[in-house]
């Protein structure tokens, strides 16, 4: 019983002791973090233990509808103005395109959609916000014939660390909700 309860002191101890150099090193950012980081974390750090794909904790992905009548060239192509117009709505600009040749025909499209503007904001805030830079949706025919429509989830970007100054939280919500709107809107088809 005795050897029982040392074990649990010294396991409590321990436990005490990762706490206290966890909150020395860390405390002054952790005031600092924005309040929906922990969770963003957590939620993520689930998904890829579940899955086993770090990618699938980080992404957003629609399936392409293809009206009856239709064919998946001219959803598709639907799919591409629509992105195009829901962006132009919020000011994201199409800055580049790529279509990539993959084994056994399968349609691989990259479209890449930014703001000059924030843009700037946002490097003048951090140059590491380059890594979120274009904005990207891609378009992927799967090996059954599904076509995704797939972008970055952006909450880590906007609450994944210390709070963003509000003029950047507020055009970083306006970025990820026209990125949303987009896929929902280009997987319907919707003008």
């Known amino acids: 019983m005795n050897f029982l309860k040392n074990i649990l002191a010294l396991i409590g101890t321990i436990v005490v002791i990762a706490s ?3 909150i020395f090193k860390y405390g002054s950012s952790l005031t600092k973090m924005d309040p ?9 750090a689930d998904k890829v233990l579940t899955v086993g794909d ?3 904790g980080m992404i957003i992905k629609k399936k392409l509808t293809i009206p009856e009548g239709s064919t998946k060239e ?4 639907n799919a591409i103005e629509t992105m195009d117009e829901v962006g132009e709505e919020y000011g994201l600009s199409k800055v580049d395109e790529k279509t990539m040749p993959r084994k056994g025909g399968l349609y691989t499209h990259i479209r890449s959609y930014c703001s000059p503007i924030v ?4 490097l003048n805030h951090s140059g590491e916000f380059i890594g979120f830079m274009p904005c990207r949706v891609g378009i992927v025919e799967d090996k059954n014939g599904d076509v995704w429509l797939y972008t970055m989830a952006l909450d880590m970007m906007i609450s994944g660390g210390h709070t963003l100054p509000d003029n950047l939280l507020t055009h970083a919500k306006e970025i990820r909700t026209a990125m949303e709107t987009m896929l929902e809107k280009g997987s319907k088809g919707e003008f």
């Open 20 to 22: 206290l150099a966890f």
């Open 36 to 44: 929906k980081a922990l969770n963003l974390y957590v939620k993520m």
């Open 54 to 56: 770090p990618a699938k």
């Open 74 to 77: 001219e959803a598709i192509e």
């Open 119 to 122: 843009a700037d904001m946002f």
